[in-house]
């Protein structure tokens, strides 16, 4: 019996043979293939700009930066994330204010979020977790009047809609991961991606240590140009030889996609009588690319979620704990009532991610389904 991993990365020769041909074009750090990500990512996305950089992280710190949020000014942000979501609020000394999420598909909404904004409110963080799409007109006909700036955290969406459309094109900034947990992959990797130019500008400039002409611009000529360093800025590029993977994981995106739904059809349909466990499903206002599939085990299973994951372990099975609690951990545990954000704590305590990526074969989906409606 093999071990059924939760996620596998979908790459193959293409993506060999791109990196192959990148380091043959002695070229291998910022450069052309970069470029042309950015821009076949923004356009499947139906976004303006994009902005390749180092990780999803990243992309959060700079569209804050760009977004003009600082000291002394509140970020409103869902516990129910990875930690990187709260994280880029500190990096530029604004305090994260946390904000309860849906029972049902995990995402802040207008009225999670209404509760949790204060006269300080500049900025709030909206997380399509796990892939759901999160609705994002409510929210922003809340923020958009208020001059509070709506920061998509699609870390998890590649592939995703929101009402007919690409997840992140109603966006005004938003941030995107190419981890290898994620549908597309660069390795490590990240994008943001912004309605505005002055924002796309800035950021491109910050990630290269706010240089006022690019790397790849000064050694494309054989006399560079002096160049100057116009405000402090980071070290965030992405390197060709990522952008290239990127560029033949964007042309399997739409195939993974269908793929991962199809096998998370199999898992409602199996489960749905399932007593005590509830699966993820597609919202009314979108689509999921299932980037994680979860369940929450209620009381009237007969396991309580560390049971029925330690079930799957000894079947061979790697399944995950569902997503964290921010405010649970150490950095963040001063900034929260007991009790104040009961809904993120019960998803928190009692859902779980299944094994689901494009290579899983339907023979291995039924071993874990065997092993969730065992008596």
Known sequence: MSRINVMQPWLGEEEIAAVSEVIRSGWVA???????????????QQAEHGVAVSSCTTALHLALVVAGVGPGDDVVVPS???????????????????ADVDGVNGNLTAATVEPALTPRTRAVIAVD??????????????????GVVVVEDAACAAGSTHRGRPVGAGAEIAAWSFHPRKILTTGEGGMLT???????????????HAMDISAADRHGQVLAPAESYVEVG??????DMQAAVGLVQLQRLDEAVRRRRELAARYGEALATVEG???????????????SYWVEVGDAYPLDRDGLLARLAAADISARRGIMAAHRQPPYRDLVEPGALPVTEHLTDTTLILPLFHQLAESDQDRVIDVLTRP
């Open 30 to 44: 910022q450069g052309p293939r970069v470029r042309a990500f950015e821009e076949a990512f923004a356009s499947h």
């Open 80 to 98: 129910f994330s990875f930690i990187a979501t709260t994280n880029a609020v500190r990096y530029v000394g604004a305090t994260p204010v946390f």
């Open 129 to 146: 977790q796990g892939g759901m799409p999160l609705d994002l007109e409510p929210l922003r006909a809340l923020c958009d009047p208020l």
């Open 194 to 208: 912004t309605s505005h130019a002055e924002w796309a500008g800035r950021a491109r400039r910050l990630r290269e």
């Open 234 to 239: 980071f070290n965030y590029r992405m390197t």
């Open 277 to 291: 466990l509830r699966t993820v499903a597609d919202p009314p206002h979108g689509t999921s690319n299932f980037q």
